[in-house]
Structures are given as structure tokens and as C-alpha cells.
């Protein structure tokens, strides 16, 4: 049973930062690729930013490098995501996803999902 529970989200003005937590009630999370999306209303859930299991490796999408920040901690079985230089743009629902291998962490065929938090920029 996998369980993600996101917390952090709010409404923070243009130029602002936020940091997203997502916390993974899974066995052996350090084996465990995580990542992050958003949807906005009327679009598509698109990737933010995913890391390896042993944090080797890390993306990011272009409309984000830069400014977010992904990191992980194992031993807390969290992953973070700091968000820098806020823009609208950023406004929508948060997710964390996870799965043993990258690639569907990155594709967002995983079948683990959270079930989101909120990110509200004010320009």
C-alpha cells in the first residue's frame, strides 16, 4: 500500500517562494523514484520535476529549471519541492507521484499519486 500526502501549498504574490512537501507512507522509499506535477484548470497534468531514488539524478521542465528545487530525504521518507521567483503562471494543483523506476515517474504513468495541494501566485 502506497500512500503520498502533500502539504505546503497556499497563495504566495508573484516573486514569492513556497516549499511543497509530499510525504510517502511506502516500504523501502529509498528505493523509489518521486516526482511532482501540476494541472491548472482546463490543462493537461503536466511534469514539474522528478529525482532518482538515490537522488543521482534529477529533471526538471523547462517552464521550472531555474527556480525549483527538488530534494528528497529517506530518511524521513519525504520529497520537497522549493519553489523560487513565484509566477502566476505556477498557480495550480500540486501532485506527487512515485514509482520504482524514473521513467513513468517522468511519463506520469504511475499509479501512485497524491491527492494534490494547492499553489495560488497573485500577480
Known amino acids: 500500500q502506497v500512500q503520498l500526502v502533500e502539504s505546503g501549498g497556499g497563495l504566495v504574490q508573484a516573486g514569492g517562494s513556497l516549499r511543497l512537501s509530499c510525504a510517502a507512507s511506502v516500504r523501502a522509499f529509498s528505493s523509489f523514484a518521486m516526482g511532482w506535477f501540476r494541472q491548472s484548470p482546463g490543462k493537461e497534468r503536466e511534469v514539474v520535476a522528478a529525482?532518482?531514488?538515490?537522488?543521482?539524478?534529477?529533471d526538471y521542465s523547462d517552464s521550472v529549471k531555474g527556480r525549483f528545487i527538488i530534494s528528497r530525504d529517506n530518511a524521513k521518507n519525504m520529497v520537497s519541492l522549493q519553489m523560487n521567483s513565484l509566477k502566476p503562471e505556477d498557480t495550480a494543483v500540486y501532485y506527487c507521484t512515485t514509482d520504482f523506476l524514473l521513467a513513468p515517474v517522468l511519463a506520469g504513468t504511475s499509479v501512485y499519486w497524491g491527492r494534490g495541494t494547492q499553489v495560488t501566485v497573485s500577480s
Open positions: 529525482i532518482t531514488w538515490s537522488v543521482s539524478k534529477s
